[in-house]
């Protein structure tokens, strides 16, 4: 065998297998630098694979969410995440008609008193941080935007911003928003908006603040002049959401003191809810005392207390007010789905689309109206208030003032409710149409007036979260010391009862039993004096914080009362 043709040759001497002669050291290192570069070609190519795998499931991911979400929402597989309300209803009807049986009497609804304590009166240091400065030179507009209790909250605020910085407060301004459509069409070309006048009594606001603030309805000649008399020429600041006084010291009232006169639009939550004694009690006062609606509002809301006493002359003159928001623009901004089918969705779309432009058509915004109900945050229906105070024990007796805006299908929501609730009023069935001519078209002159009324009642029942109720079970609790009584269901857990169509009615009645023991449970707690956060403001929870400077504090105690509020003044 030729040596060129051996691979392997025999040592026989010491039987070895030896290999052909090795390749020289210069080119192992060529092989291992091709290998190494191959190796990294291959790895590099095996991470960008890899990025691109993990970009596009993530993107996968994001673009499918939404039908994900929709998929298990309208699968029905979530509890109280479809709503049956209407059903659960019609299948209980007959034995709620039967059941005469009541466990609530208003005569005797207080069960619960409150015990006034004497106590030192709070210390008032002086409001003004910027006393120094010439008060009657400096101005301040503020454009209050929202809806009623929101502004309310926005005129608060800017007493104790004027009062922080001595200035002279403009009356503010209420800022027109589509949704709440406050304007009105007078004529084919005159639009009017409402001013402060039109919801609040100006000239008791005005001499009420005197001791503490200036209030003008006009700024001075010269100082219209030099802006062409027009106010939206004039500086507007954006001030930060929440902002404490020092943010006013320090970055307002340079702007203000140059100037002489700061605009701040929009107002609505400009300002924090933790502030020094003095500034908070500015606030309560001004709330509770400066704040006073218009003669035509508050002559209207005597007239509908009075008849809403009148008819309720079987319960000793009490009745209870219901806030319901079932109008046709938060059943639109909840996005949830309700019995009406395409109708509905049709309608709801372009309810949306005229009062929020594109902003549910977003591309990644996530529309999950099963997740919505099952977590409690869609409007109650009629049907599912009736069924509750039904089932807490109220009568079909109870006379009821319902505070709404236009409810959305009202013949057909509203009918079920009737039938529980025989004794249903509202506004405009206790006014006649001469009445509420005035106020037609304005949104926030008729919430005022159904402010008015639920402020009286005797139990109040909240069925959305918003400012309303925010506003008015703070009153109530300011006004009668902590004797008020309000409603508060667990929505979570109703919309789980009310998509169990095996649910008979004495099991539904144990359960709103309980319901309202928890309700009634948390209503009686009075917060302690401390540092007030967005949920837990002083407009909800005034004591004692709001009485502190008329030297009381407010305890509860474990004893039955069956005290009333006062009557109206």
């Known amino acids: 065998m030729s040596s060129s043709a051996n691979v392997y040759t025999i040592n026989n001497n010491n039987n070895n297998i030896q290999s052909s002669p090795p390749t020289s050291p210069r080119n192992r290192q060529n092989c291992r630098r091709r290998l190494r570069r191959r190796g990294s070609f291959a790895m590099l190519h095996r991470r960008n694979f890899l990025l691109l795998v993990s970009v596009l499931y993530f993107t996968g991911l994001i673009s499918c969410v939404g039908p994900l979400f929709s998929l298990l929402q309208y699968s029905g597989l979530s509890t109280g995440a479809v709503y049956r309300s209407h059903e659960i209803f019609q299948k209980l009807w007959t034995d709620i008609e039967a059941d005469n049986s009541s466990s609530i009497q208003l005569s005797s609804v207080w069960i619960y008193k409150r ?14 941080s910027t006393k120094d400065s010439p008060g009657a030179n400096l101005y301040l507009i503020v454009d209050a935007n929202g809806g009623l209790n929101q502004q309310r909250s926005s005129i608060c605020n800017a007493v104790v911003i004027a009062a922080l910085l001595n200035a002279t407060l403009l009356i503010p301004r209420l800022e027109f928003h589509n949704v709440w459509k406050d304007s009105r069409q007078v004529s084919t070309s005159v639009v009017t908006s409402v001013e402060f006048g039109d919801i609040y009594d100006e000239d008791h606001f005005m001499s009420t603040l005197k001791d503490y603030i200036e209030v003008v309805k006009e700024l001075p000649t010269e100082l219209m002049e030099r802006y062409d008399s027009n106010i939206s020429n004039i500086q507007n600041l954006r001030v930060q959401a929440w902002a404490p006084p020092r943010y006013y010291l320090e970055e307002v009232y340079p702007v203000l003191f140059k100037q002489r006169v700061v605009r701040i639009s929009p107002f609505a939550n400009r300002l924090s809810m933790h502030l020094p004694s003095q500034l908070q009690f500015l606030r309560c006062f001004s709330n509770y005392e400066a704040l006073k609606f218009s003669l035509a509002i508050s002559e209207l809301a005597k007239k509908l207390v009075k008849r809403m006493i009148e008819r309720s002359s079987n319960s000793s003159g009490k009745y209870i007010s219901v806030h319901l928001r079932f109008e046709e623009d938060m059943v639109a901004f909840s996005c949830c789905i309700y019995d009406g089918g395409q109708v509905e969705k049709s309608e709801m779309d372009v309810v949306r689309e005229k009062g929020w432009g594109k ?47 236009k409810i959305y299908q009202a013949d057909r929501y509203l009918a079920p409710l009737r039938k529980m609730f025989p004794l249903l009023q509202t506004k405009e069935t206790l006014a006649t149409k001469d009445e509420l001519a005035p106020f037609e078209g304005y949104s926030s002159r008729l919430a005022a007036v159904d402010y008015l009324v639920c402020l009286f009642s005797e ?99 474990k004893q039955t009362s069956k005290k009333r509020p006062p009557k109206q003044q």
């Not at 359960?511 to 837990?536: C, F, H, N, Y």
Request: aromatic share 8%.
């Open 115 to 128: 015990k006034l304590k004497e106590q030192k009166p709070c210390s008032f240091g002086t409001i003004a």
């Open 359 to 405: 902003k549910f058509k977003q591309k990644y915004r996530v529309i999950a109206p099963g997740l919505n109900r099952k977590n409690g945050k869609c409007p109650m229906t009629p049907v599912e208030v009736g069924m509750m105070l039904r089932g807490m024990g109220f009568s079909k007796d109870t006379p009821i003032y319902l505070a709404s805006g």
């Open 459 to 557: 139990v109040f029942v909240t069925t959305q979260g918003g400012n309303f109720p925010h506003f008015l079970i703070g009153h109530r609790r300011y006004l009668f010391n902590g004797h008020a009584k309000t409603i508060k269901p667990d929505k979570i857990k109703l919309v789980t009862l009310l998509q169990n169509t095996s649910t008979s009615w004495i099991d539904f009645k144990d359960q709103m039993g309980s319901m309202l023991a928890e309700s009634d449970r948390k209503g009686i707690m009075v917060p302690r004096a401390k540092k007030s956060t967005r949920k837990g403001s002083i407009y909800s929870n005034p004591l004692p914080e709001c009485r502190m400077n008329q030297g009381v504090i407010i305890e509860p105690e």
